[in-house]
């Protein structure tokens, strides 16, 4: 069974970094994309980028690139998102998602990001 | 970046009427890589179409999409109670992707 799982829910101050995590099993870890999708309160998705372990080819949305660093782990089948400097906007829902050729298959259970001082 | 643009923002019609949900990309989506998701509350998206027109696994018949270029329609041809959610398109086939902004379907 396919399964992505991710890191427990955060409650950070401004200024402070973060790294969260996603964890897949039940498939090839490198043979597929992992992608960030960012969800605010009461918001739509939003793309934010997305990472081939197999080989580290990391791809941002414009919106993104800067923001936040995208990484992967392909001996422990587990992908990253992280942020150096956290500020009140970042407060969402982050799913990670498997990405193939039939579009977004798969998604994490989120991970909610709370920054408040 | 392709822009996806849905249509209508909010649709409310009755269990066993027919849906229409409309999304318009800016640029012509590259090999008709347009997927379909269902959001309810308190959950992850769930994939119901990709491919513009190919059904995931497990998704009823009711649900089918259409169209090609910058013109993709979702229709679901008769309305269940579960199927009351927010539905988002998204491009899949020039880097960024790109989801639209998302059809809320409500109970009439």
């Known amino acids: 069974e396919v399964q992505l799982v991710q890191s427990g829910a955060e409650v950070k101050k401004p200024g402070e970094s973060l790294k969260i995590s996603c964890k897949g099993s039940?498939?090839?870890?490198?043979?597929?994309?992992i992608g960030w999708v960012r969800q605010m309160p009461g918001k739509g998705l939003e793309w934010m980028g997305i990472i081939y372990p197999g080989d580290s080819d990391t791809r941002y949305s414009p919106s993104f690139q800067g923001q936040v660093t995208i990484s992967a782990d392909k001996s422990i089948s587990t992908a990253y998102l992280q942020w150096s400097s956290l500020k009140a906007s970042d407060t969402a829902m982050y799913y990670c998602?498997?990405?193939?050729?039939?579009?977004?298959?798969?998604w994490g259970q989120g991970t909610l990001v709370t920054v408040s001082s | 970046e392709i822009v996806l643009t849905q249509s209508p923002g909010t649709l409310s019609l009755s269990p066993g009427e027919r849906a229409t949900l409309s999304c318009r990309a800016s640029q012509s989506v590259s090999s008709s890589y347009l997927a379909w998701y269902q959001q309810k509350p308190g959950q992850a998206p769930r994939l119901l179409i990709y491919?513009?027109?190919s059904r995931a696994t497990g998704i009823p018949d009711r649900f089918s999409g259409s169209g090609s270029g910058t013109d993709f329609t979702l229709t679901i041809s008769r309305l269940e109670p579960e199927d009351f959610a927010v539905y988002y398109c998204?491009?899949?086939?020039?880097?960024?992707?790109?989801f639209g902004q998302g059809t809320r379907l409500e109970i009439k």
């Open positions: 998204q491009q899949y086939g020039s880097s960024p992707n790109t």
């Open positions: 998602v498997r990405q193939g050729p039939e579009a977004v298959d798969y």
């Open positions: 491919g513009a027109s």
């Open positions: 039940g498939y090839s870890f490198t043979s597929y994309w």
